[in-house]
């Protein structure tokens, strides 16, 4: 079953905007990871980010981390068309089996 | 990072036949691979943890003798879809880890549409 929740669902913005997307998970957690998917293609990890962690860059991305709250967000900063594709949080911890547990995903569009 | 490589990238089959899709490891030694389906702009559900030399461990609701999952090697795991159905179409996709509280790496995922 998915842990992860992901809002919105869809995400349609013009180029230089930012993107945001959200996750809300349920159990305990060792880490929240994000993850890229270009459509029919497999995933690729963007950032991992620690329980103790609360914010972390990479490039145009700034992850966020509220474990109080279960949430965590994801920002693209002045978004590409290239940046077009879904997005998906992953949850990691001995609640889930150690296994990662998948959000619904946030289909992001960015329009050139 | 490191490359996970999924083969075949799409395969179409007749309803009752059996389909094997490859996953390996390229420049590691993967002990444990995961093994996913996913439905059109749906997220990815978990259907069995592959391990080398070891029986996989499936999730709830998944058919083990429907989806063969042999680990023989530290670098290759394969799932066989047996006796396929229409409804078994989708997009299957494994990935490796170095171990746990790590990040993962997916294979480009397999297209299976059964006709």
């Known amino acids: 079953s998915q842990q992860g929740e992901e809002d919105p669902q869809a995400l349609s913005i013009q180029e230089g905007e930012n993107a945001t997307m959200n996750c809300s998970y349920k159990t305990s957690i060792n880490n929240l990871q994000w993850y890229r998917q270009n459509s029919g293609r497999g995933l690729v990890h963007l950032i991992l980010?620690?329980?103790?962690?609360r914010e972390k860059h990479s490039g145009r991305l700034r992850v966020t981390l509220d474990t109080s709250k279960k949430s965590s967000s994801l920002l693209i900063t002045a978004s590409r068309a290239a940046d077009t594709a879904s997005y998906f949080c992953a949850t990691d911890g001995e609640a889930a089996g150690n296994k990662l547990t998948f959000g619904g995903g946030t289909r992001v569009l960015v329009k050139p | 990072g490191a490359v996970v490589s999924q083969h075949p990238s799409w395969v179409i089959c007749k309803s009752g036949t059996s389909v094997k899709i490859e996953c390996r490891s390229l420049d590691f030694q993967a002990t444990t691979m995961f093994w996913y389906r996913q439905f059109p702009k749906q997220s990815l559900m978990l259907m069995a943890t592959?391990?080398?030399?070891?029986?996989?461990?499936?999730e709830q609701g998944v058919e083990k003798d429907k989806f063969l999952i042999n680990h023989a090697s530290l670098t290759l795991s394969t799932l066989t879809v047996t006796s396929a159905h229409p409804e078994d179409s989708s997009f299957y996709i494994c990935?490796?880890?170095?171990?746990?509280?790590?990040?993962?790496?997916f294979g480009q995922g397999t297209r299976l549409t059964v006709v």
């Open positions: 592959s391990n080398e030399g070891s029986k996989a461990t499936y």
């Open positions: 980010i620690r329980s103790n962690e």
């Open positions: 990935s490796a880890r170095f171990g746990l509280d790590t990040e993962a790496f």
